[in-house]
């Protein structure tokens, strides 16, 4: 059973930065993407940003040049940097694992993603 716990949100004024992380558990099988979505009220889940097995990197436009991606294979964590936070940010924000997922931005589609974490809630102030 894979266990992913991601931590690291909070409230922040806008401009500033947050570092999340996603720690995960209990691999049986090789994991081929990784990703971070989020979702604010009243709004459909979105996919952020997305890892595949090669390192290659897709992100949403609304957050590229401000947020990256990265693992530490060896420690089993997903990271998420963000900078320059807008208020428009502010959301719960997942870590999600898929043992197969497509190619290029298709890895930002939440349907490929087998497991999910609980959440960590980021909020950006004016």
């Known amino acids: 059973q894979v266990h992913l716990v991601e931590s690291g949100g909070g409230s922040v004024q806008s401009g500033g930065s947050l570092r999340l992380s996603c720690a995960a558990s209990?691999?049986?099988?090789?994991?081929?993407?990784m990703g971070w979505f989020r979702q604010a009220p009243g709004k459909e889940r979105e996919g952020v940003a997305a890892v595949n097995i090669d390192g290659r990197t897709e992100y949403a436009d609304s957050v590229k040049g401000r947020f990256t991606i990265s693992q530490d294979n060896a420690k089993n964590t997903l990271s998420l940097q963000m900078d320059s936070l807008k208020p428009e940010d502010t959301a719960m924000y997942y870590c999600?694992?898929?043992?197969?997922?497509?190619?290029?931005?298709?890895?930002?589609?939440?349907?490929?993603?087998?497991?999910w974490g609980q959440g960590t809630q980021v909020t950006v102030s004016t």
């Open positions: 209990g691999y049986t099988y090789i994991k081929y993407c």
């Open positions: 999600a694992e898929a043992p197969l997922c497509g190619n290029g931005l298709e890895t930002l589609l939440s349907d490929w993603y087998t497991y």
